[in-house]
């Protein structure tokens, strides 16, 4: 095991009054180190001991070797402490008895992964100077955590039968994102994984840091779902739902929100019905554009060059026939017409037949079988 991480986390509710809490988090972490300085040969003072081409002289070449002298399990510890506050409103109104408004403002955080304090350190080579591909590598642990702070408005109304209808958005506006960069470090900075600022001080170091700035996103949502049961008898146990919701946005270092984090365009929807010998299900899932990462600037590649998923449409269906009070024959079809998703890379200048990167191709998954109940 090359790695330990602890977390402890201290709650305490409404230690600052109604609709307020505060979590004191402390991390404690053991991870790999890396020392390139462990395989060099030295005279009796502990000078290195140069070749003919003025280079220190490794002690073995052997990879196998190499690692054992120079990876030192668990050989990186780190510390980081917080506290946080959360303070929080909600409240709803009955405008009437199936119509309900609703409004909050809260506060939210996001935590760094348990890698960011167990991933180790790599450290440079102390016999050459400081260059690109020798620095000091390492996770910040003294990065802090995001923060966001949002306000959401919400209008329901609930139907006399099985259903609702939902309408509302909220703005958010988030701090301290993370990124990466590579800076001349500071004996604080050291100072939290024991380097001597007199040895690695001379060092760059590549690590993650907090973006400066605030993100503010916008949101517009609308969710539906009914059975309809106004229809005739022989459509009964139907039912329909549809959502979706569009985000926007804005402000310093924008591009952090990648990925999963940010998807501008989303929506579902889908259509059911439950009778007493089966149950059919059909679903559409709709992903828009969406952003996947910058693309480092260098030869022949423009700076405000950006990897792009494309939009796509996910078909789902699945069914039930029971052969008796027990048992059942089931299928069930996953991307039902085989849509494929295109990756592109592209800035302003990219003709569009020189934007596709790559093309995933995942086919229809159809699942068969019998349960039973016992």
Do not use: H
């Amino acid at each position: 095991m090359n790695a330990v991480y602890v977390r402890r986390r201290l709650r305490k509710e409404n230690c600052l009054g109604s609709g307020r809490w505060a979590e004191q988090t402390n991390d404690t972490a053991w991870g790999p180190l890396t020392d390139p300085a462990r395989n060099i040969r030295r005279d009796a003072r502990g000078a290195a001991i140069l070749g003919a081409n003025g280079l220190p002289l490794a002690i073995t070449m052997d990879a196998l070797e190499t690692s054992k002298l120079t990876f030192i399990e668990r050989g990186a510890r780190t510390e980081k402490e917080y506290l946080r506050l959360f303070p929080s409103l909600n409240t709803s109104f009955a405008i009437r008895e199936n119509l309900v408004a609703r409004a909050a403002y809260y506060y939210s955080v996001g935590r760094p992964d348990f890698n960011q304090y167990a991933g180790g350190i790599t450290l440079p080579d102390t016999e050459r100077g400081n260059s690109s591909s020798n620095r000091i590598t390492v996770n910040n642990a003294g990065i802090k955590a995001w923060s966001a702070r949002t306000a959401s408005v919400r209008l329901e109304y609930y139907f006399e039968g099985i259903g609702q209808i939902l309408m509302g958005g909220f703005r958010r506006l988030f701090e301290n994102q993370f990124g990466s960069k590579v800076f001349a470090p500071t004996p604080e900075f050291l100072g939290l994984y024991g380097l001597d600022p007199a040895v690695y001080g001379i060092y760059d170091v590549s690590t993650q840091y907090n973006l400066p700035g605030v993100i503010r996103m916008e949101c517009l949502e609308f969710s539906y779902k009914q059975a309809l049961t106004f229809l005739p008898r022989w459509a009964r146990g139907l039912q329909v739902f549809v959502n979706g919701n569009t985000l926007r946005a804005t402000g310093a270092n924008v591009d952090s929100l990648t990925g999963a984090n940010y998807l501008p365009r989303s929506a579902s929807w889908g259509i059911s019905i439950t009778r007493e010998k089966y149950n059919a299900r059909v679903n559409w899932n709709y992903r828009g554009r969406q952003l996947k990462g910058p693309v480092a600037a260098g030869r022949g590649i423009e700076p405000d060059t950006k990897t792009w998923g494309t939009a796509r449409l996910y078909i789902d269906a699945s069914g039930e026939y029971y052969l008796g009070k027990r048992i059942a024959v089931y299928m069930a079809v996953r991307n039902l017409t085989d849509a494929i998703e295109n990756t592109e890379i592209l800035n302003q200048l990219t003709p569009a037949n020189a934007r596709l990167q790559f093309r995933e191709n995942f086919g229809a998954l159809w699942t068969l079988g019998l349960k039973g109940v016992f």
